[in-house]
């Protein structure tokens, strides 16, 4: 099986209210820098946040994910889950997110993508989110130092919305078709640090003014051969979000992370 890592966030610290998600799931970080040679890597991120006394908390999270190349064949697993509580039993994270991609090397430049996931959240009203949907990605630049990876793609998306009381959409059932555009670069700063930066824009087919944005920069940079220290930040806009979601999220993050 190729090697496995293993990663623990050691440090998770979120500057801003909460994460950037308006309904778009940036994958391409799993991707940035897939394996050479044929073989399975996988990766796991645990994080726990438990306080008793005078300010009571509870917060438990992971992800996990495996990376498969196959001669001209990429594919991509990946699950993440969160649960939460803040004292007196107040709901605080309630999220789950699965994503499988495959993508095919037809040339030197250009691939084929294709995915689905599922996705809930309590806090965006997702009761459910399902997603597939296939395009062509077009690699501008493959340089040792520097990456820079362009995709397009027909995606259907089917949502229902929670039965919230007090909201105009309360179980709500939309099918839609949207295209998703991205464009995600890589760039070796040194020989100890990395940075990588994603946009992506999903709009409506039928409805052009109902579209999402999201945006994630980050900075890797190695403390260690094992320990590396990550900062990250991630815009997300929605257009016509649930009624009482907001349309932007930001979040700021700083990681310490072990790899095994």
């Known amino acids: 099986m190729g090697k496995l890592v293993i990663v623990i966030a050691l440090v998770a610290l979120v ?17 940035a820098k897939p394996p050479r040679e044929d073989g399975v890597t996988g990766q796991a991120e645990l994080k726990l946040d438990w306080r008793e006394g005078n300010n009571t908390f509870f917060d438990i999270g992971g992800a ?13 697993a990946l699950v993440r889950g969160e649960y939460g509580n803040a004292g ?7 999220r789950a997110f699965e994503h499988v991609r495959t993508r095919v090397t037809i040339d030197c430049r250009w691939r084929w993508e294709a995915f689905a996931q599922h996705e809930y959240d309590a806090f965006r009203r997702l009761s459910v989110r399902a997603v597939a ?8 630049l493959n340089e040792p130092r520097v990456g820079l990876l362009a995709g397009a793609a027909y995606l259907l998306e089917a949502e229902q919305l929670d039965t919230r009381a007090g909201r105009i959409d309360a179980g709500l059932r939309t099918l839609a078709s949207r ?4 464009v ?10 990395s940075i990588a930066h994603t946009v992506y824009v999903q709009p409506r087919l039928d409805d052009l003014g109902d579209l999402r944005v999201l945006g994630e920069l980050s900075v890797t940079t190695k403390l260690s051969k094992r320990i590396a220290l990550t900062d990250g930040f991630s815009a997300a806009y929605d257009r016509t ?6 349309r932007y999220d930001t979040a700021l993050k700083v990681a310490v992370v072990v790899t095994f």
């Not at 007196?88 to 309630?94: K, L, S, V, W």
């Not at 949907?133 to 501008?140: D, E, F, M, N, R």
């Not at 295209?179 to 991205?182: C, F, K, Q």
């Not at 995600?184 to 640090?193: D, I, M, P």
């Open 133 to 140: 949907g296939t395009g062509p990605a077009l690699q501008i």
């Open 179 to 182: 295209a998703s555009i991205y």
């Open 184 to 193: 995600t670069g890589t760039e070796q700063l040194g020989t100890s640090a």
């Open 241 to 246: 979000p649930p009624d009482g979601v907001r």
């Open 64 to 76: 996990g994910s495996v990376l498969l190349r196959r001669g001209r064949l990429l594919g991509l």
């Open 15 to 31: 500057g801003l209210p909460r994460p950037a998600e308006a309904q778009i799931v940036n994958v391409q970080g799993q991707l």
């Open 88 to 94: 007196g039993g107040i709901a605080i994270a309630r």
